[in-house]
């Protein structure tokens, strides 16, 4: 989206009001349009892009995932801690797993044996996934079935995608 600056503004919850130039959710594309000079062709105008655009649609949308975890934390929908997570598998109130990207494989595949069923969101570093929880880091955390469980995968999905689309 080009704001009234003549500025790119990445509208990630696509809900900014307007005519938005849409791409794909992916860091190759992102900077690729931005070096082609795409968004001034796009919206017919000179526009401004920002020199660190794919790493400001990075931070949004990881944004977006924690704060999904955030609220259902506080809603009490969710746990961080392996042992919390292993005593929510335990009682069947899981509906997602997530662990940290940069998380232990050993630890990992535990809880994957708990909950095979389960989606498993592993895009957010411990560090990220502790700001939604208030800690420095957390590794392993679980979100109960509905609606926010799957706004989570579908989000971690984008940014997976995105985080992927880079290296």
Do not use: N, Y
């Not at 704001?3 to 900014?16: K, W």
């Not at 700001?131 to 579908?154: I, M, N, P, S, T």
Request: proline share 4%; charged share 30%; hydrophobic share 50%.
């Amino acid at each position: 989206m080009i704001g009234p600056d003549g500025r790119v503004v990445p509208d990630i919850s696509a809900r900014l009001p307007g005519r938005g130039l849409w791409l794909t959710a992916s860091r190759d594309i992102v900077a690729a349009a931005a070096a082609r000079r795409s968004f001034a062709r796009a919206a017919r105008a000179p526009v401004a892009v920002p020199e660190d655009l794919p790493e400001l649609v990075e931070r949004l949308l990881a944004g977006r995932c924690r704060d999904i975890l955030g609220l259902a934390r506080r809603a009490g929908l969710a746990v961080g801690g392996f042992e919390k997570v292993r005593e929510a598998l335990r009682a069947g109130r899981v509906g997602v797993l997530v662990a940290a990207a940069d998380a232990a494989e050993d630890g990992r595949a535990k809880l994957r044996l708990l909950g095979r069923d389960l989606a498993l969101v592993d895009v957010l570093t411990a560090a990220e996934l502790g700001a939604a929880f208030g800690r420095d880091r957390v590794v392993h955390a679980a979100l109960a079935r509905g609606k926010l469980a799957d706004q989570l995968v579908a989000e971690a999905a984008r940014l997976g995608g995105f985080r992927d689309g880079g290296e």
